[in-house]
């Protein structure tokens, strides 16, 4: 089993940055098997959305609304995915939830609150 832990959300004014971090953790045979990381959203009643995502190879995607602003990268040795959030608006305000995904299985974080104030 491997579990994910986001940290790094807050209350931040608009234009503002914050760098979200999500942790990879339990077993070394499942982590090594996980081929894409990707940030999600959720903001009050809508529905999850994806964001972005990076393969272990680093390949990234962005959802139009955030090319240009957001950067996702990976360190494969800390287990750990980062996305930076430059440039931050109101309508980017959520809970950020990471999902590491192998062949057979998703792993998702408990989701970190981000408040962009106007």
């Known amino acids: 089993q491997v579990q994910v832990a986001e940290s790094g959300g807050g209350l931040v004014q608009a234009g503002g940055s914050l760098r979200l971090s999500c942790a990879a953790s339990?077993?070394?045979?499942?982590?090594?098997?996980?081929?894409?990381m990707g940030w999600y959203r959720q903001a009050p009643g809508k529905q999850r959305v994806l964001v972005t995502s990076?393969?272990?190879?680093?390949?990234?995607s962005y959802v139009d609304s955030v090319k240009g602003r957001f950067t996702i990268s990976r360190d494969n040795a800390k287990n750990t995915v980062y996305l930076q959030m430059n440039s931050l608006k109101p309508e980017d305000t959520a809970v950020y939830y990471c999902?590491?995904?192998?062949?057979?299985?998703?792993?998702w974080g408990q989701g970190t609150q981000v408040t962009v104030s106007s």
């Open positions: 999902k590491w995904s192998g062949p057979s299985n998703d792993y």
């Open positions: 339990g077993s070394i045979f499942s982590i090594a098997r996980i081929t894409i």
């Open positions: 990076i393969t272990r190879g680093g390949t990234t």
